[in-house]
């Protein structure tokens, strides 16, 4: 007789209240940071206004980005079943609330604001991050490293895209690379396994979709 799968450990109330505190804090409250801000040090440079609004496209883009990794390990952590990458996904979504108070500060410096369809991202992220959960924990921390790669060659093609003078922007770019990475080999060093290619293609078109419409709304 085949063992039965090993079901997801189901939250308890008190956890789902302080999920959902942490949707109310990620789609309308000031996201804060413990690390400085990697522009803290660094003038604002001297832009055009379009130069100033094509910046702040891409940081728009970037701050949906984090609103989704927030939404998706929180679903992800809910369905995990092993302490240890429930504790991997909580401390990458430490981070992410990082890049988004960064993220945040730097729209308002550039005199923008968040995409108004960030609700809407943080839904669908969320409920993904349950389904990948609900599968099992190695295809869970794959679903971690391959969303890290993705999202470190979209910060990869920012510094591309990036106005050459926009230092401060590119100090926060080059920051969150710099962690996105290391989430991404931390679940590899856990177990975290290579996601079928049909599933790569979707989070792919998937994610091209999103960074579209944020960049403009």
Not at 161 to 184: C, F, G, I
Request: with cysteine; hydrophobic share 45%; glycine share 6%.
């Amino acid at each position: 007789m085949l063992p039965l799968p090993r079901l997801p450990v189901l939250p308890s109330v008190d956890r789902l209240i302080g999920e959902f505190d942490v949707m109310l804090r990620t789609l309308a409250a000031p996201a804060m940071s413990e690390r400085a801000h990697p522009d803290a040090h660094i003038d604002e440079a001297d832009m055009t206004e379009a130069d100033k609004a094509h910046a702040a496209g891409l940081m728009r883009v970037n701050h949906t980005g984090e609103v989704c990794a927030q939404a998706l390990y929180q679903g992800q952590s809910l369905t995990a079943r092993d302490p240890a990458a429930r504790n991997a996904l909580r401390h990458a979504a430490h981070e992410e609330v990082e890049h988004l108070a960064w993220t945040e500060h730097r729209l308002h410096d550039l005199g923008s604001h968040p995409s108004v369809l960030n609700p809407l991202w943080y839904a669908g992220s969320l409920a993904l991050g349950v389904a990948a959960g609900v599968i099992g924990d190695k295809w869970n921390l794959g679903f971690l490293v391959e969303t890290e790669r993705q999202v470190g060659a979209h910060l990869q093609s920012h510094l591309l895209e990036l106005p050459p003078q926009d230092a401060k922007s590119r100090a926060v770019v080059e920051q969150m690379h710099t962690d996105e990475m290391q989430h991404a080999h931390l679940a590899e060093d856990m177990g975290g396994v290579p996601l079928p290619a049909p599933v790569v293609r979707l989070m792919a078109g998937t994610s091209k979709i999103m960074t579209s419409l944020a960049y403009r709304f």
